[in-house]
Antibody, heavy 120, light 113 residues
Framework: QVQLQQWGAGLLKPSETLSLTCAVFGGSFSGYYWSWIRQPPGKGLEWIGDINHSRNTNYNPSLKGRVTISVDTSNKQFSLKLTSVTAADTAVYYC??????????????WGQGTLVTVSS | DIVMTQSPDSLAVSLGERATINCKSSQSVLYDSNNKNYLAWYQQKPGQPPKLLIYWASTRQSGVPDRFSGSGSGTDFTLTINSLQAEDVAVYYCQQYYSTLFTFGPGTKVNIK
């Protein structure tokens, strides 16, 4: 059974950098696309971006170059960094698994979510 | 970007009755080369991450009860919950994965009448 366990700082000040990491347990890591998705409190889902084991990344243009997703294949982990955060970045952030060998696939496993609050 | 819309925003259905949720995409998510619709449905309960219910518009994910079904093609899709159970109270989202910029619908909240 695939499990995604995520962690990172939950309270940030404006202009700081959000940093989250997700570890994958069970199943294969190689070949899959690994995503970050966020959900502001009481609102809908926004896809942030993804990466595969070859470090091929794809980002949501709405985040205007503030986002970086990286991967550590030896430890089966992937990470999210979002710079210059504002209150608008307050959300529950989820790590998730996408398709194998194809980016165009549904998200079938999700982490538990991390609430990140940006407040001065 | 492919914009996803859903209707209604919320609905209340009696236990054992049918719930129907509609999803529309701003452009077709049907890939001509393989005749597949790149459309998924997710269920999200309070305090939990979303759960994949349906992919390729009509294929149930393993372990999902058969009272959940998906239909539609091109730009118009439907999620049907037959014989609504108390545990089906949740928000339901559609999502397109036709484009590498994944987008979700705004969600439909299902409650018990």
């Amino acid at each position: 059974q695939v499990q995604l366990q995520q962690w990172g700082a939950g309270l940030l000040k404006p202009s700081e950098t959000l940093s989250l990491t997700c570890a994958v347990f069970g199943g294969s890591f190689s070949g899959y696309y690994w995503s970050w998705i966020r959900q502001p409190p009481g609102k809908g889902l926004e896809w942030i971006g993804d990466i595969n084991h070859s470090r091929n990344t794809n980002y949501n243009p709405s985040l205007k170059g503030r986002v970086t997703i990286s991967v550590d294949t030896s430890n089966k982990q992937f990470s999210l960094k979002l710079t210059s955060v504002t209150a608008a970045d307050t959300a529950v952030y989820y790590c998730a698994r996408g398709g194998r060998y194809s980016r165009l696939a549904p998200i079938d496993y999700w982490g538990q979510g991390t609430l990140v609050t940006v407040s001065s | 970007d492919i914009v996803m819309t859903q209707s209604p925003d919320s609905l209340a259905v009696s236990l054992g009755e049918r719930a129907t949720i509609n999803c529309k995409s701003s452009q077709s998510v049907l890939y001509d080369s393989n005749n597949k619709n790149y459309l998924a449905w997710y269920q999200q309960k309070p305090g939990q991450p979303p759960k994949l219910l349906i992919y390729w518009a009509s294929t149930r994910q393993s372990g999902v009860p058969d009272r959940f079904s998906g239909s539609g093609s091109g730009t118009d899709f439907t999620l049907t919950i037959n014989s609504l159970q108390a545990e089906d109270v949740a928000v339901y989202y559609c999502q397109q994965y036709y484009s590498t910029l994944f987008t979700f619908g705004p969600g439909t909240k299902v409650n018990i009448k």
